[in-house]
């Protein structure tokens, strides 16, 4: 009866629909029976999937109680909820006979789960950025490593921006800020982050967050809204999360191995370029705030020059000019660079590096000891760690030390890269410079840091030099 009368046949069992006899009716809506006639036919909707029992309901509401215990031992946050498809293998081993999808339209009931809903913005010219960083594995100088992409995206301008760095430390998050703003010319007036330690010190509750004092102090400088998403809502900042990925794929799935990471940032920069030919950056740079000087991010402190003119910070020896053995120089710690002052006058710079025992020396310190004595030259690690300018050395000027020193001195205002081609260009006409091809770090040199301190004693004591080196 129920089936007749549910695809419009009589019950008589007649193949002729009901509504065909209506229509001859005077006073009937014409419309509404044809539409009947030509729609399909609807069945009783009251049936329970027959495998989704009581009792396995009864089970996954024992699952979901382990869960939240689960959730107040590793604390907020943590990415070890059992997933659906590891509740149905768990619930199939213990004798269950129900499907996947069906365990899922359960668990979700269950758990009350709503679907969200995301309402479309809409943002000004420098209004809004949003930051978020990135890894990324390359190939530099041989070694494959990890590294970091510090992404800034902007939502009114479509236009993306990245730097690569070592680490995602507090000194590389504030740099990344500086080095944006730069470049842009300009400050916005909101920077969206996630949840990350960098912006978030502690959170107090549940939806108190404590923000990083140093990020504070730099938003009251350049004049920006720090704006922090709410936990596990990524798409809160949608446009920095895509520009993580859409980088990492346009500019290091084909290209990932180079020399240096400087290396890497031009390529990177040069694809950039590319990839916002067709944003609207130029345009958004007129309604920036006001740009303002690069916010001094350098951690300072004081260091002894000890009797080999080396300076020690964070386990690492950096060179300084040798007249100032013995005193107490300021030195300037920034993410990537160290900058040595006396007198407020900068006397050295260097690229940072880190790990214990390891030495950044510039054969530009110890020229007056080189003079008096040449021979010390030839296996100083000063001379070693630039090997392009040992490779020159040993091809032109290994028996003639002396004029080695000579030229250096003549061009000590110079930088090194410039030292090295004026040296190329003087020695052409004599044979073919092939440059080494690998380049060793000083800590690869065939002396540890202990002897190459004794080295280092050679050349500013000259009571140890022994007359053959002369």
């Given at each position: 009866m129920k089936l007749y009368q549910s695809i419009g046949m009589n019950t008589k069992g007649s193949s002729e629909p009901r509504q065909l006899h209506e229509l001859s009716k005077a006073d009937v809506d014409t419309k509404e029976i044809q539409e009947k006639l030509v729609s399909k036919p609807t069945y009783p909707g009251n049936r329970k999937p027959c495998k989704y029992t009581e009792k396995l309901e009864e089970r996954l509401k024992e699952i979901l109680k382990s869960e939240a215990r689960k959730d107040v031992l590793l604390g907020v946050g943590h990415k070890q909820n059992m997933?659906?498809?590891?509740?149905?293998?768990?619930?199939l081993s213990e004798g269950y006979d129900v499907g996947i999808t069906t365990l899922g339209r359960g668990l979700a009931k269950l758990r009350n789960r709503q679907k969200q809903v995301f309402i479309?913005?809409?943002?000004?010219?420098?209004?809004?950025?949003?930051y978020d960083f990135g890894a990324v594995r390359l190939i530099i100088g041989g070694q494959l490593g990890t590294y970091h992409m510090a992404v800034i995206a902007s939502t009114a301008g479509k236009f993306r921006w990245c730097k690569l760095y070592t680490n995602e430390k507090k000194a590389v998050f504030m740099d990344s800020h500086v080095k944006f703003f730069e470049y842009v010319g300009g400050i916005y007036r909101e920077v969206v982050y996630d949840n990350m330690k960098n912006v978030v010190t502690k959170f107090i509750g549940k939806n108190e967050k404590e923000l990083n004092e140093d990020l504070i102090k730099m938003s009251m400088y350049y004049g920006f809204k720090i704006n922090v998403t709410n936990c596990f809502s990524g798409n809160e900042k949608g446009t920095a999360e895509k520009s993580v990925d859409v980088l990492r794929t346009e500019?290091?799935?084909?290209?990932?191995?180079?020399?240096?990471?400087?290396?890497?940032?031009?390529?990177?920069?040069?694809?950039?370029?590319?990839?916002?030919?067709?944003?609207?950056?130029?345009?958004?740079?007129?309604?920036?705030?006001?740009?303002?000087?690069?916010l001094e991010l350098a951690a300072i402190t004081t260091a002894k020059v000890d009797k080999t003119s080396l300076i020690s910070v964070d386990t690492v020896k950096y060179s300084v000019p040798e007249e100032f053995v013995g005193e107490t120089v300021i030195v300037k710690k920034y993410h990537d660079e160290i900058r040595v002052f006396s007198q407020n006058n900068e006397i050295a710079r260097h690229r940072r590096t880190f790990g214990r025992d390891t030495l950044k020396t510039d054969i530009m310190h110890y020229l007056n000891t080189f003079s008096r004595k040449p021979g010390a030259v030839n296996n100083s690690v000063a001379l070693k760690s630039i090997p392009k300018l040992k490779a020159i050395f040993d091809t032109f000027?290994?028996?003639?030390?002396?004029?080695?020193?000579?030229?250096?001195?003549?061009?000590?205002?110079?930088?090194?890269?410039?030292?090295?081609?004026?040296?190329?260009?003087?020695?052409?006409?004599?044979?073919?410079?092939?440059?080494?091809?690998?380049?060793?770090?000083?800590?690869?040199?065939?002396?540890?840091?202990?002897?190459?301190?004794?080295?280092?004693?050679?050349?500013?004591?000259?009571?140890?030099?022994?007359?053959?080196?002369?």
């Open positions: 997933t659906n498809k590891q509740i149905h293998e768990l619930i479309r913005q809409q943002y000004e010219f420098g209004d809004r950025i949003e500019l290091f799935t084909i290209n990932f191995t180079f020399n240096t990471l400087d290396d890497a940032q031009v390529y990177a920069d040069s694809r950039l370029k590319k990839l916002n030919e067709h944003s609207l950056i130029d345009e958004e740079r007129q309604q920036l705030l006001p740009y303002r000087p690069p000027y290994k028996d003639k030390p002396k004029k080695f020193i000579e030229f250096l001195t003549e061009n000590k205002e110079r930088s090194i890269e410039e030292i090295i081609e004026l040296l190329k260009a003087k020695t052409a006409d004599k044979a073919e410079f092939i440059a080494i091809s690998v380049v060793r770090s000083v800590s690869q040199i065939d002396v540890n840091a202990r002897s190459s301190m004794s080295n280092y004693s050679l050349l500013v004591n000259p009571q140890f030099v022994k007359d053959g080196d002369m």
